[in-house]
Structure formats: structure tokens, C-alpha cells
């Protein structure tokens, strides 16, 4: 069979109409995997020796499994164990999968950003009567978040495309609406193209902003 150019450009903006799903399942799934990272983080610094032992669990099993495997656990496999689980639907099992598989990154993420800031900056700042909180808020954080940032504009892009696995759970964003005009027309290859372009142009658009939002970040220390 040819390409058929024409039902390729017209799936484009077929396709483009769950665009917003898309978008909305990435953020909502960045935001809940930054607090997740930050709270595992701080368990990992933790001095007591079970919160210290359960956030380096929690990092070696989400780290160490397939997100489609976590995926499926959560919404075919835990409703069996949790029944009121059963209510999830698979807009909301994608987030919380897609989250606590990047928390576990972002965790790392975090404790090497900060672990990078010069120990001798915040035994400065606390020597001039800074408190711990003052320390990290002023002097820690504003230097481990820029150092950060590459990592979290890349996990973010890393999310746009993981959405693409919530079609396994049926649900229709924009890889889900791709497989059933792929399995509707059997036009695969003009299905899944453009699909496949619309990835493309999101991700350039959004790793355009981090560019520059990097670089804004970066000026005060440019010599």
C-alpha cells in the first residue's frame, strides 16, 4: 500500500484535539513527581535508619521496574488487594504511575543538585546567624535549583512521551487516538507518523523554553 499523504494531513489536526490531555497528564505528573522527589529526598537524609532504609526502597523498585509493569500493578493488580482502588480511573492511575516512577529520579536528581552546593557556603551563612531553613532557602537552594534545572526540563520531556503508555490502561489521549484510527483505517503508517511529528514539534516547543529559562537562570552567574 502507498502513503496516503492526504489522510496524514488530515489526522494531524485530528490528533491535535487531544493535545490538551496530553499536556494536562504531563503536568499535573511533573508537579506531583518534584513534591514526591523532594519529600523522598529529604527521607533519604533522614537520620532515623527506617525512613532512611524506605525512600531507598521505594528509589530501587521504582528505578529498577518497567513504568508499564508499575502501570499495570496499580490499576489491574492493587484494586484486587485495595478494593476501593477499583474507582480509579485511568486518567488518574496514569499521573500517579507516571509520578511515583519520576519521583524516584527526581529524588536523585535533587540529592546530587544539592549534595553539588560547596558545604563551606552554608557553614558560612549559618556562622552570621542564618538558620538551617534561612540557609537552604538563600544560599543552598537557589544554586542546586539552577544546577537541577537541565535535569528537570529532560524529565519533564521524558513525561510528555511516558503519557503515551496511558493508552494501555484505555485511555484515549493522543497515542491512544493514533491506534484507533491506526486499527479503524489500517493507514498504520500515516496514523502513527502523526503522531509521531506532534511529539516532535511539543517537545521542540517546550525544550525552546527551557533553553531560556536556563539560560535567565544561569545570567547572575555568567563572568
Known sequence: MN???????????????????????????????????????????????????????????????????????????????????????????????????????????????????DRGQAEAAQSIGMTRLQTFRRIVFPQAYRIALPSLGNTFLIIIKETSLGFTLGLTEMMGQAKLMAADTLKVMEAFLSVSLLYLIVALFFGKLQGALEKKVGKPYVQ
Not at 490528533?15 to 519529600?39: A, H, K, N, Q
Not at 521505594?58 to 508499564?68: A, G, H, M, N, V
Open 3 to 117: 502513503f496516503d499523504l492526504s489522510y496524514f494531513i488530515r489526522s494531524l489536526p485530528q490528533l491535535l484535539s487531544y493535545l490538551p490531555i496530553t499536556l494536562m497528564l504531563s503536568v499535573l505528573s511533573m508537579v506531583f513527581s518534584v513534591m514526591l522527589g523532594i519529600i523522598i529526598e529529604s527521607m533519604i537524609r533522614s537520620r532515623i535508619r527506617a525512613v532512611n532504609a524506605g525512600a531507598n526502597a521505594y528509589i530501587l523498585f521504582f528505578r529498577s521496574t518497567p513504568l508499564l509493569v508499575q502501570l499495570f500493578l496499580l490499576y489491574y493488580g492493587l484494586p484486587q488487594i485495595i478494593p476501593e482502588l477499583s474507582a480509579m480511573n485511568a486518567f488518574q492511575a496514569t499521573v500517579i504511575g507516571i509520578s511515583l516512577n519520576n519521583g524516584a529520579y527526581l529524588a536523585e536528581i535533587f540529592r546530587g543538585a544539592i549534595d553539588s552546593v
